[in-house]
């Protein structure tokens, strides 16, 4: 069976502190949107199209942690909307996986 979360249930939202760290470090070590290779402007608005958001490689719906470094990615919302919940996403661009302790352009 798979992992599912109760309706409304958002667990991002449980830990926002440290959510928000995440997110922080995300943004800090990442330039590029993981799905789609393109560049990432991180001061446009939440709602522009190309904005930057934190994906989960594992969805939260499907068990991922939205805590896990490892687990997270910078996504422009283009591609985080496209790719909703869903497992499979082939990248137009090879992005290599980030890594504990990888800095920002290695």
């Keep these: 069976t798979e992992n599912?979360?109760?309706?409304?249930?958002n667990p991002r939202?449980?830990?926002?502190?440290?959510?928000?760290?995440?997110?922080?470090r995300v943004l800090r070590e990442e330039d590029h949107c993981w799905m789609c290779g393109r560049y990432?402007?991180?001061d446009l608005p939440p709602s522009h199209?190309?904005?930057a958001e934190v994906d989960e490689?594992?969805?939260?719906?499907?068990?991922?942690?939205?805590?896990?470094?490892?687990?997270?990615?910078?996504?422009c919302r283009t591609c985080n909307r496209k790719r909703g919940n869903g497992m499979?996403?082939?990248p137009?661009?090879?992005?290599?996986?980030?890594?504990?302790?990888?800095?920002?352009?290695?």
């Design 88 to 90: 499979r996403y082939a």
């Design 92 to 106: 137009r661009q090879y992005v290599p996986p980030f890594t504990a302790g990888q800095s920002a352009g290695s």
């Design 13 to 24: 939202t449980q830990n926002g502190h440290r959510r928000r760290q995440l997110r922080a």
């Design 40 to 42: 990432v402007d991180k």
């Design 57 to 75: 490689l594992l969805p939260v719906s499907r068990g991922g942690s939205p805590y896990d470094r490892e687990n997270c990615r910078l996504a």
């Design 4 to 9: 599912t979360l109760p309706k409304g249930h």
């Design 49 to 51: 199209p190309y904005s």
